[in-house]
């Protein structure tokens, strides 16, 4: 009898540090895994460019990244840097994201892109990328920044904007996201589908930044999650 209460205690002190070491390992899962998810996402901005026509001309130009043909217009002079502004701003406000100073991407991009001018874009951003140990390299293109001639509430020329973002992988050089807005802003009276966007903009002419701060709302709707 008490060889058996013996193994019986036994058994039990077996079975407590069987679960102390179960348990034990389930939470240095569960913190490596937490751990993981909190890490955010580097993200590297190269300086975004103006493909718009020249003159002011309507035309079309193909995106130096994904090929897709674009109808361009007249671009502000200091587009790209608004676009740019946008959307770092968007992004680092986004969630798990950690956007590398942008006077950083820059220096090291400049100088990568006229050691390698003969290569691919994409390779090109691809070594940005790794260089800075950033795990996606955002790219943008604007086609058209057309100012509001007029008032907000009485315009003689609407805004007009379009442009396009992407976002690379580092390591591979794919492309993991694409952005595009196009907009040209229009009176409920010439275009009733866009009641939602006009009375989303206060229900008034925009300026072409306001236009674009809401056409980067609507792209990001698509962008992944970090």
């Not at 103006?50 to 079309?60: D, E, F, Y």
Request: some cysteine.
């Amino acid at each position: 009898m008490a060889v058996s209460h013996h193994l019986l205690k036994k058994s039990l002190f077996v079975a407590g540090l069987i679960s102390v070491a179960f348990w034990a390992f389930a939470v240095s899962v569960w913190a490596e895994e937490l751990s993981e998810k909190k890490k955010p996402a580097r993200v590297a901005v190269v300086p975004f460019e103006i493909l718009g026509a020249q003159n002011g001309q309507a035309g079309a130009v193909v995106c130096p990244l994904c090929g897709t043909a674009a109808s361009v217009g007249a671009v502000s002079r200091g587009a790209e840097t608004i676009i740019q502004e946008i959307f770092i701003h968007k992004i680092s406000a986004s969630g798990n994201v950690e956007v590398i100073p942008f006077e950083k991407t820059e220096s090291v991009y400049k100088r990568i892109s006229s050691e390698s001018f003969k290569e691919p874009l994409w390779i090109t951003l691809s070594k940005v990328g790794q260089e800075l140990k950033a795990d996606f390299v955002a790219a943008g293109y604007v086609y058209r920044f057309s100012e509001r001639v007029g008032y907000k509430f009485s315009s003689e020329r609407p805004a007009s904007v379009a442009y396009e973002i992407h976002l690379l992988d580092s390591q591979s050089g794919n492309i993991v996201w694409r952005g595009f807005f196009d907009k040209t802003q229009k009176s409920l009276m010439e275009d009733v589908l866009q009641i939602s966007s006009f009375f989303k903009g206060g229900g008034k002419w925009l300026t072409a930044r306001q236009l674009a701060e809401q056409g980067m709302d609507e792209i990001f709707k698509t962008i992944p999650d970090f």
